[in-house]
């Protein structure tokens, strides 16, 4: 091979040997020691990993998960004494349906966020096709 053809991530040695494979050259000409990572994901992997986070966001989702089923009991419970006739109970049945569905909100994001940081759910988003482009119908 010519000195213009040869491989990238191996360089000749100055006795006339090669590299060892996955040992290149930084574009400083200092050598790196460490080896080159494989594969698209490779990388090198510190501190405790995504565990911390997940349990975190599992945590949460089981403390939102259990104040929305106590307040759709609550809003159960209000509601069959204002249909009775208990006028300011329609307020606490409001108020509890109100903060049953923000706590079933903020579970599902919840639990969205964990998957995302397990790796089963992406952050992928399609780009917009090219302006002037035709749909297929």
């Given at each position: 091979?010519?000195?213009?053809?040869?491989?990238?991530?191996?360089?000749?040695?100055?006795?006339?040997?090669?590299?060892?494979?996955?040992?290149?050259?930084?574009?400083?000409?200092?050598?790196?020691?460490?080896?080159?990572?494989?594969?698209?994901?490779?990388?090198a992997r510190s501190g405790p990993g995504p565990w911390p986070q997940v349990a975190a966001h599992g945590l949460g989702a089981v403390l939102t998960g259990m104040a929305w089923f106590y307040l759709v009991g609550a809003a159960t419970d209000f509601g069959v004494l204002a249909v009775r006739g208990q006028t300011p109970a329609w307020v606490f049945t409001i108020a509890a349906s109100i903060g049953a569905v923000v706590c079933l909100l903020l579970f599902l994001v919840l639990v969205g966020r964990g998957l995302r940081t397990l790796g089963i759910v992406s952050d992928y988003q399609p780009r917009r096709a090219a302006p002037g482009r035709r749909r297929a119908s």
């Open positions: 091979m010519s000195e213009t053809s040869r491989p990238v991530g191996r360089r000749a040695e100055p006795s006339g040997r090669r590299a060892e494979p996955g040992v290149v050259r930084s574009q400083g000409g200092a050598r790196r020691s460490e080896p080159v990572a494989r594969g698209r994901r490779s990388q």
